[in-house]
């Protein structure tokens, strides 16, 4: 199947533009699995269940490590579907109050020759109240876990992005099983200014005053901080007793890369050349922050090897996006595959 993605399915998708190709990659998917004997291949073929797969973290049993990254699902209109490639958790979103369109197109760019992608997509999405009501009437696949990944829209002001948190929050409180706070997305004018601490702090501890649901709540954090800044992060996680954080969003630096992205312009990089540095963040956080703070690995996770280095660095579970994108839909597999063999 990795064989046949990689010579046939991808250069053909690759032929469409990234957003065309997400959505008619989806939209075929979807039908297959429609299809009853065809679905249930499929979905026996992908999926590994095992005891050593299993972890508890959270209050939360995932059966497996292994999740979808957001960015990828926004609207939940394709987390049934992704359950079926055998991801333990699916996170949803970014999603914001009120319905936007995002920055103008185009806003997804492939960097074939290092396996990466640039996007600014900027948010687009339907509004947590399209989100909320899709996720009550579609029937949620067994044992899948459902994180809310929530932001502000893009034109309130700073001041009162708490507000727009707290309204997604508590929108989606009896839907989802746990929340990511994103304030590091490069591409919201001023969004990062959110992770200043006091501004952070205020936010994290606000969201939890409200959280009555007692739902999770991590942090995702941009990959370009500083070790002073980390070191505020693992502060502030202790402070407000917030559950950990997702490393790492996004990048947006240029280092090392093949392309010449003088064209593409201002974005965030994913992907392969996010690999290292993501992975060093992971470690610094496990070797300076607590034993309790839960750590979510992601950035150039390709193969097993870059899972399997993700959870030695310190990752308690990892999510992927990009690495699905060039490899192929076997790779939720193969990572399971890797990983029960090693708990065993």
Avoid: W
């Avoid at 049934?80 to 185009?106: C, I, K, Y």
């Avoid at 709540?217 to 407000?240: C, G, M, R, W, Y």
Wanted: with cysteine; net charge positive; aromatic share 6%.
């Amino acid at each position: 199947m990795s064989l046949l993605y990689r010579y046939l399915i991808r250069p053909l998708v690759f032929l469409l533009p990234p957003e065309r190709a997400h959505h008619v990659t989806m939209q075929l998917f979807g039908l297959a699995l429609a299809i009853p004997i065809l679905g249930i291949l499929l979905r026996r073929s992908y999926r590994i269940r095992s005891p050593h797969l299993q972890r508890t973290l959270m209050g939360l049993t995932f059966l497996n490590p292994v999740g979808l990254a957001a960015g990828f699902d926004k609207d939940g209109r394709y987390y049934q579907s992704m359950a079926a490639l055998g991801f333990g958790f699916v996170e949803l979103g970014t999603v914001t109050p009120r319905p936007q369109a995002g920055n103008p197109q185009p806003r997804l760019f492939r960097l074939r020759k290092d396996q990466a992608l640039i996007n600014r997509m900027g948010f687009n999405n339907a509004g947590v109240d399209a989100l909320a009501e899709r996720l009550q009437r579609t029937p949620r696949p067994e044992g899948l876990i459902i994180g809310g990944n929530i932001g502000k829209n893009k034109d309130t002001p700073n001041e009162q992005a708490t507000e727009d948190y707290r309204h997604c929050l508590e929108r989606l409180a009896p839907y989802v099983d746990y929340f990511v706070v994103n304030v590091s997305s490069p591409n919201t004018p001023n969004l990062r200014a959110l992770q200043d601490k006091e501004p952070l702090r205020q936010l994290l501890q606000t969201l939890q005053e409200h959280n009555e649901l007692q739902r999770p709540i991590l942090l995702k954090i941009a990959p370009d901080l500083s070790h002073e800044q980390l070191n505020d992060i693992i502060e502030i996680v202790q402070e407000t007793g917030i559950a950990g954080v997702i490393a790492t969003n996004t990048t947006i630096h240029r280092d090392g890369l093949c392309t010449d992205t003088h064209e593409i312009g201002a974005g965030g990089l994913s992907g392969l050349p996010l690999r290292t540095r993501a992975t060093a963040v992971i470690r610094y956080l496990r070797d300076q922050g607590p034993a309790s703070m839960i750590i979510v690995g992601v950035g150039g996770i390709h193969s097993p090897e870059d899972a399997q280095e993700k959870i030695e660095a310190g990752a308690s579970l990892v999510q992927i996006y990009t690495g699905l994108v060039y490899t192929g839909p076997t790779l939720v597999k193969n990572i399971n595959r890797v990983l029960r063999q090693k708990m065993k």
